[in-house]
């Protein structure tokens, strides 16, 4: 049974974790959903595991950017996560891996 992903769960975990390895499953189911909160969620986490671990999931940054058209309606705050995010691994010199 696959529990509802709560945003403010993703970025708690992105605070919390210990590894990527144990954020990336959450991205990855973030990754598919159809909130767009989530995938704002998903995005917030890519810049915290820039900041934490210098290095962050290069695929599921990919993904969850990618997924920013699909919400037309959000697009603009989604976008603006975005550019937060990439400031994050750029000024923390993260790697994508």
Request: hydrophobic fraction near 40%; aromatic fraction near 6%; charge should be negative.
């Amino acid at each position: 049974m696959t529990t509802k992903l709560e945003p403010l769960d993703i970025v708690s975990l992105a605070m919390e974790c210990e590894s990527l390895d144990d954020l990336t499953p959450v991205l990855e189911q973030a990754a598919t959903s159809q909130d767009p909160w989530v995938i704002n969620a998903g995005i917030l986490a890519i810049g915290h595991a820039a900041r934490r671990f210098k290095s962050f999931p290069l695929g599921m940054k990919q993904a969850l950017w990618s997924r920013v058209h699909d919400f037309p309606d959000h697009a603009s705050n989604l976008r603006g996560t975005c550019l937060t995010a990439q400031d994050d691994i750029d000024h923390f010199k993260a790697k994508g891996i």
